[in-house]
């Protein structure tokens, strides 16, 4: 028995040798290299099926719109607004919702929703499994709801089906949960990317809302995924951009300051806007009906606004451009503001299928446009343009309703390629973010899981474990058992010491080591005491670190094997061991971490330093008396 001077190493263990290997990190790269590989694989498939998809929806939405409001079989798009079916407008949505109803109730209730915050779920709390129906169910459900006039745009139902899509792939193939979340991902912005021909926009809507997470793991298969959307868009659909704006000039410093006063603005409208979609939803839950006739009263709501604002029906994706334009006159803008918002939350409330990115939009959009006329009317030098001020309400409501910071901004730019409006993009975002964090607690895709008691990630710093390293927190003045003794000895030996370890490493007469001991196993009964300590020691080839090892990578080690004491081998080709580390150092060195950001300090002091100045400033002063004097 003795305590061995670990600062000075311990000869290793010729055991060790074979250990080593299971480490390689050589061997683990390549691993990590090929799974890699795979799962971009898998993306690519799902995005060009996904790709495939959202054409059909598209088409399925026209089609149900055409049959709907002007009784003939057409995939050509046809708004909703331009029908003169008089009073059976208000009766055609309302059938929609009934429809969607049942589908929900007899297929899978997972259909209703906004899209984004179920596929968050699924992340959060069901390892990304989906069920495969919905890749089915809800394109079907969302083009029945939408093609009847449901305020809604394809954005939000693709990519829940994408995802969808990409969950099932990865229920299909021997993958783990994180991989399965990143097929996943990749499937619902893939989506995304198909409709809009967005792909950086997408790709940070995965990092902002799904991923939580930024790694090559992560983003490699999510951009490929979303450029093989971009190629079915411009494939499938158009090539040039999908809200196309007259070309915007670089603004002043004024007219930037003002940009950015109305993404204070728009931030508050963002506030208000989610309140009031989940107080409808509030109120559908206290409706003495069964929820699957919700929609049906949501789809007569919309309806009913529908005949007295027709631009509030169907996708809208022309309004958004109508907007944009700067050519529509104030009275249109204000009435589709107003009326879509009413017909879109309803809808939302009422659990039809729908989304929210679309609608987000349109109303941001409009909102801007009325902003911006007001100041052109009271301030017509201010260097407003009505377009510019548009698009910054369009993207700055969606910042501060979904917080998707980066997003917002990149889309709004990939979808006009409108280059000159970065500045007062980043500023009006800016602003309504700052609104919308300190005013709303959760945001337009995470109050409906956050009041299920689900709770989303909001910060991507990296695994704390990951920055330490074992040297950092290494304990080389451990105790160390040798083979030699005999159980009677050591269990005399800790009596008298009162250790409270539950593991020891054990050493030879070399000093190599040669596993460790559980203090149980000391104690048990069947033991023979005269016996040595080796012939019940566990773990004889059991997991070494090293010191340059992360604490990430101890943990690892220590879950696998379910270890709580690991022997430390010096960084150097000898491989001696140099300390021991436990479960207990990596909480502390956690816990050390954590209150180490946390505390509030001043590393510079201005009031010591005007003191130091002083002082200096009197010895100066004494000399030159003395001098004087002299």
């Known amino acids: 028995m003795k305590k061995s001077d670990l600062k000075n190493g311990i000869p290793i263990s010729p055991l060790l040798t074979q250990l080593d290997n299971d480490t390689d990190p050589v061997n683990k790269s390549t691993f990590f290299k090929a799974r890699l590989l795979r799962i971009c694989i898998y993306a690519v498939a799902v995005a060009a099926f996904i790709s495939l998809i959202a054409k059909v929806l598209v088409s399925l939405i026209n089609l149900v719109t055409n049959i709907a409001f002007y009784g003939n079989l057409s995939l050509a798009f046809h708004s909703p607004a331009a029908s003169h079916l008089g009073l059976w407008v208000i009766v055609i949505p309302a059938i929609g919702g009934i429809i969607v109803g049942f589908m929900a109730l007899y297929g899978s209730k997972a259909i209703r929703g906004h899209g ?278 369009m993207s700055a409501m969606f910042a501060g309703a979904s917080r998707a910071f980066i997003t917002s901004i990149v889309f709004a730019l990939e979808a006009t390629l409108q280059s000159h409006a970065l500045l007062p993009l980043l500023g009006a975002c800016t602003a309504a973010y700052i609104v919308s964090f300190f005013l709303m607690e959760n945001t337009i895709m995470t109050e409906k899981i956050a009041r299920r008691g689900v709770s989303t990630p909001d910060s991507f710093e990296p695994d704390i474990l990951q920055k330490m390293f074992v040297s950092d927190v290494i304990n080389d003045g451990a105790i160390v058992l040798n083979t030699n003794n005999t159980i009677k000895e050591i269990k005399t030996w800790l009596s008298k010491n009162k250790l409270t370890d539950n593991y020891f490493i054990l050493v030879d007469n070399a000093n190599n080591y040669s596993g460790t001991v559980k203090i149980t196993d000391l104690y048990h009964a069947n033991n023979d005491e005269s016996t040595n300590v080796s012939d019940i020691a566990v773990n004889e080839t059991g997991p070494v670190i090293k010191s340059t090892d992360t604490l990430h990578h101890a943990v690892q080690s220590m879950s696998k094997t379910n270890a709580e004491i690991l022997p430390i081998l010096s960084a150097s080709t000898d491989g001696k061991v140099i300390g021991v580390l436990t479960y207990k150092d990596i909480i502390g060195a956690y816990q050390t971490n954590i209150d180490k950001n946390q505390n509030l300090h001043v590393k510079i002091s201005l009031k010591r330093r005007r003191m130091k100045m002083v002082i200096r400033g009197k010895k100066f002063a004494d000399l030159n008396n003395k001098g004087d004097k002299v």
Request: net charge negative.
């Open 116 to 393: 984004i915050p179920e596929a968050m779920e699924q992340i959060l709390v069901n390892e990304s499994n989906i069920k495969p129906s919905i890749t089915f169910l809800k394109p079907i459900s969302s083009a029945i709801a939408i093609g009847t006039g449901g305020p809604f745009g394809a954005e939000g139902p693709i990519i829940a089906t994408g995802g969808a899509l990409g969950s099932t792939l990865g229920q299909l193939f021997k993958v783990t949960a994180n991989e399965r979340k990143i097929i996943l991902a990749a499937g619902a912005t893939a989506g995304m990317s198909a409709i809009f021909g967005t792909p950086i926009a997408a790709i940070f809507l995965a990092i902002e809302l799904l991923l939580f997470e930024f790694s090559p793991k992560s983003i490699l298969p999510v951009a490929l995924a979303c450029i093989t959307g971009a190629a079915g868009h411009h494939l499938l659909f158009e090539s040039g951009p999908v809200f196309p704006m007259p070309d915007l000039a670089t603004p002043s410093n004024l007219a930037l300051g003002i940009y950015s006063f109305m993404g204070i603005i728009l931030g508050l409208l963002s506030v208000g806007i989610t309140k009031i979609v989940y107080a409808i939803e509030d109120a559908f839950e206290k409706l003495p009906i069964h929820w699957m006739w919700w929609p049906a009263i949501g789809g007569l709501a919309v309806g009913i606004i529908g005949y007295f604002a027709p631009h509030s029906l169907g996708v809208g994706y022309d309004n958004i451009t109508g907007i944009l334009s700067g050519s529509w006159p104030l009275q249109l803008i204000v009435t589709l503001c107003l009326f879509k918002f009413l017909s879109w939350a309803i809808a939302l409330g009422s659990g039809t299928s729908g989304g929210t990115l679309a609608p987000l939009l349109t109303i941001g959009g409009a909102s801007g446009a009325i902003i911006g006329s007001l100041i052109i009317q009271f301030f017509p030098d201010a260097g407003i343009t009505l377009p510019m001020a548009a698009l910054i309400g």
